[in-house]
């Protein structure tokens, strides 16, 4: 079943890598996977409701793992699309918009998700309390739960996957709004590689690129970590021309990877591995 569930989660970045990769608009791209999404999770409920679950732990990895992440997204790309129809041009009036709603991300953070018990155990990385959070019908009303969950789908609910669901999409458009912001700033940077820019060409992938950036940032290896991530992305897209758009959330992305987070940097070690041996 993890194999399953790692499927699951897989297709759905394959297919925001796919939309990544297209022409598409911010809002073009936010509408598409929120159609996606929202067939997804019914594709999936569908199963669920008629399969149900082999044993309690698929249960609990369903509605603690897989359901919230794939929410969460839906939750973020229907926020985004309304976020950037109202969002300003100049690069002034950008930056105190993103600003803005960083601040009011925090505000909700405090209000609805901080002060909540469930958050703090969500973001220890706990277990100890699964078996009531992500089990259906495991509901303590006692407690006091959001109206919002008398709306929902009992047979495909737990009430905490969507807490879950809210953290993940709140993080998200934290991410989307310091990434704009870079942008901007980087508009403003200039930095000039030693190179002819116009004698190379990135020639893997977008995130393939942005996996070794935040690799050498991390590891201080250029200019002792000096000159920051969006100087240094801003040094790569101009040596190969190319354009990395939202780097952050691309990062953020990788993190949520199914399987192995660093794939490009594995697939770098192999490579070079293979070309030492063929040197022997």
């Not at 700033?185 to 893997?204: I, K, L, N, R």
């Not at 199914?258 to 594995?266: D, F, P, R, V, W």
Request: hydrophobic share 35%; glycine share 4%.
């Amino acid at each position: 079943m993890k194999h399953l569930y790692k499927n699951i989660l897989l297709s759905v970045e394959q297919e925001e890598k796919k939309v990544g990769q297209s022409t598409k608009s911010t809002i073009e791209a936010a509408y598409h996977m929120v159609s996606f999404l929202r067939k997804f999770l019914s594709d999936l409920k569908t199963q669920i409701v008629k399969n149900g679950f082999a044993t309690v732990d698929d249960e609990i990895a369903f509605f603690k793992d897989v359901k919230p992440e794939i929410l969460g997204k839906l939750m973020y790309y229907n926020k985004l699309i309304r976020l950037e129809v109202i969002s300003p041009d100049r690069y002034e009036l950008i930056q105190a918009y993103y600003n803005d709603q960083i601040k009011l991300l925090h505000k909700e953070y405090k209000k609805n998700l901080e002060s909540s018990d469930f958050y703090w155990y969500y973001r220890s990385g706990r277990s100890d309390k699964d078996n009531s959070y992500f089990r259906l019908g495991n509901i303590n009303f006692f407690d006091g739960v959001d109206s919002f969950f008398f709306e929902v789908d009992i047979e495909f609910s737990t009430y905490y996957d969507y807490k879950a669901a809210q953290i993940i999409a709140m993080d998200l458009l934290c991410s989307h709004f310091l990434s704009i912001i870079n942008q901007k700033e980087s508009t403003y940077t200039t930095v000039s590689p030693t190179t002819d820019s116009g004698a190379f060409s990135w020639t893997d992938s977008k995130n393939a690129l942005i996996e070794l950036i935040y690799a050498l940032h991390a590891a201080g290896s250029v200019s002792n970590g000096r000159p920051g991530l969006r100087k240094l992305s801003k040094l790569f897209e101009e040596l190969f021309e190319v354009n990395l758009g939202d780097i952050h959330h691309a990062f953020h992305q990788m993190k949520f990877r199914a399987g192995e987070k660093t794939s490009y940097l594995l697939f770098l070690k192999s490579s070079l591995e293979q070309y030492m041996d063929r040197e022997l």
